[in-house]
């Protein structure tokens, strides 16, 4: 059973920074690529960065480049997320998700899930 649980998450004032980590236990595949997505009440979940297997491709959404960073250890089975410079609308539950593939920014293409983690961020 493939699990993933995220920490990191907490309330901090505008400007300030924060580091999510996701570690992942069981079988995910030797080759997986790693998600960070947000998602506020009422909205679709939407994309935030995403990882290679190798680190060697980092893909981000285009309300992030330059603030966040995506990083992982494999030997650790832990995948990060740097955030830095935040913003009042950033305010969402982060999750980190996993699959067995390439890179993608779809939701709809990650098998496993974590349970999510509150990112608050005040003005």
């Known amino acids: 059973q493939v699990q993933l649980v995220e920490s990191g998450g907490g309330l901090v004032q505008a400007g300030g920074s924060l580091r999510l980590s996701c570690v992942v236990s069981?079988?995910?595949?030797?080759?997986?690529?790693m998600g960070w997505f947000r998602q506020v009440p009422g909205k679709e979940r939407e994309f935030v960065a995403t990882?290679?297997?190798?680190?060697?491709?980092?893909t981000y959404a285009d309300s992030v480049k330059g603030r966040f960073t995506i990083s992982r250890d494999n030997a650790k089975n832990t995948v990060y997320l740097q955030m830095n410079s935040l913003k009042p609308g950033d305010t969402a539950v982060y999750y980190c998700?996993?699959?067995?593939?390439?890179?993608?920014?779809?939701?709809?293409?990650?098998?496993?899930w974590g349970q999510g983690t509150q990112v608050t961020v005040s003005s």
């Open positions: 998700a996993a699959r067995t593939g390439w890179v993608t920014v779809s939701t709809r293409d990650y098998n496993y």
């Open positions: 069981g079988r995910t595949g030797s080759r997986n690529s």
């Open positions: 990882i290679s297997w190798n680190g060697g491709t980092r």
